[in-house]
């Protein structure tokens, strides 16, 4: 196959954004050299960013516009997710424009405002305004209060003003219900853009074409031939250098609410009466708030979680989480989640859906399985029903994107002989696509105002109020509970009696 660069991948159904301003609070830290600056480049490398455009990078303490530049180009360089051309990078680079400001200094945002819009007319942009908030969370709050007290974020006379948060929204329901009263009293929800870089990947997006676009899938999507849903995010990392972050989050808080439920809610929810956003996100909102609510001894006896200890993956050692670097000593908070859940409406209603996710596992994997129910095995009698392979659609999202269908057929022979086999999608082999960061079509989405892949507030609302009653009961349980598994491993014992106790068990990688 010709080799195609990204000059030369055709984008005619896609528009240029408006002109438009790209503020980004934060342009000195880790989110914005590793993952912001390397997406813009590969937008304007294919050719997806306005024609008048800036990047304004807004740090406490104010840096040359040569200084930043110089930063984010080596942050380019180390993070690309190719070789970095020279001439795209400059042409990027060269629109970024350096500016102080700090929510704890109010007059800094009034300096702000002035000169972003001096900037703003030098190069005849316009007032179209995308703030990106590339912030620990602390600042989310003080910064929106800023920006609306200037008025930076009022749109009138047709202009656009949208603002981008990261995740953690939220540290629990009541954390999240207090941000989103906070930001809606300033914006409206339609000006809001809760960022998942999860529902940036291609294979996530296409769970809704797969189900909603293929007449084979959607009538036996339901409690009549789906037995359980799986679905797993596996990391061989352990927590490294955030022991400060991770010790006061966990897996479930970091996780799940987010990554895990946008899986979930694509899988479950019901069809939207048309694809737009409006639709598509009332139907997430929905299925999440259908999530069955657990007491206290449900949700201990529903739930695994586990911490790990010291062990190898790989080439690389790894110690125990309590030994890691800014880990409180005794620490129980947990480096492994499973949670068995249900969704009480009509379509579900009987399927349990099996989560999982940690750290220091012994292989990298992100999916979604699909289990049907088995088919009677009465015609086949002489096959021992263990031989007889399980019915699963998976769709994996790392490390290789792509779909499997398993089930079972009948091994050449003059005998009825059955094994199983599998049909396998890979969008490599049938795409050509340029290695990209994840953040591209959602940064795209939000300069072109389509939040259809951003979290609502009720949405966001919905799963803090799934994952509370764990909380709570883990926090009156302490260390009881808390199940150790070696790095490497597959995780603690307990996860695996979570789906043994029904019958089932984790669906074993191929």
Known sequence: MTDVSLQQIPRTNQKKPDPCSFVIFGVTGDLTHRLVIPSLYNLEATGLLP???????????????????????????????????????????????????????????????????????????????LFYLATPPVAFAPISRELGR???????????????????????LVSAKALNSELLKILDEHQIYRIDHYLGKET????????????????????NHIDHVQITVAEKLGVGHRGSFYDATGALRDMVPNHLFQLLSLVAMEPPIRFDAHSVRSEKADVLAAIQSQSEADALRNSVRGQYLGGKIDDTTIGDY???????????????????????????????????????????????????????????????????????????????????????????????????????????????????????TLIYDCMIGDNILFQRADSVEAGWQAVQPFLDAWKKAGAKGLEPYKAGSEGPVGADELLKRDGRSWRKPG
Do not use: H
């Not at 102080?100 to 405002?113: G, L, N, R, Y």
């Not at 996530?204 to 409690?223: K, Y």
């Not at 994107?401 to 890979?426: C, H, W, Y």
């Open 51 to 129: 024609n008048k455009f800036c990047v304004v990078g807004v740090a406490r303490k104010r840096m040359s516009n040569d200084d930043l530049r110089n930063s984010l180009m080596k942050g380019l360089r180390q993070f690309a997710t190719q070789p970095v051309e020279e001439t795209v990078a400059r042409r990027l680079l060269e629109c970024v424009t350096s500016i102080e400001a700090d929510p704890e200094d109010s007059a800094s945002f009034d300096t702000m405002k002035n000169e972003l819009e001096t900037l703003e007319t030098s190069r005849s942009i316009g007032g179209n305004r």
């Open 150 to 172: 200037t008025g930076l974020l009022k749109e009138a006379n047709g202009a656009w003003r949208r603002l981008v948060v990261e995740k953690p929204f939220g540290t629990d």
């Open 204 to 223: 996530v997006q296409n769970i809704l074409v797969l189900r909603f676009a293929n007449g084979m899938f959607e009538p036996i999507w339901n409690r």
């Open 322 to 440: 309590t030994k890691t670097e800014d880990v409180r000593p005794g620490s129980t908070t947990e480096t492994y989640v499973a949670l068995k859940l249900t969704i009480d409406n009509w379509r579900w209603a009987g399927v349990p859906f099996y989560l999982r996710t940690g750290k220091a596992l012994g292989a990298k994997r992100t999916e979604v399985a699909i289990k049907f129910k088995q088919a009677p095995f009465a015609m086949f009698s002489c096959t021992p029903v263990d031989r007889l392979s399980q019915n699963y659609l998976v769709i994996s999202i790392e490390p290789t994107e792509g779909i499997t269908l398993q089930f079972n057929t009948k091994v050449p022979g003059p005998v009825i002989s059955i094994d199983g086999v599998e049909m396998k999608f890979r969008y490599k082999d049938y795409f050509k696509a340029e290695p990209a960061t994840g953040y591209e």
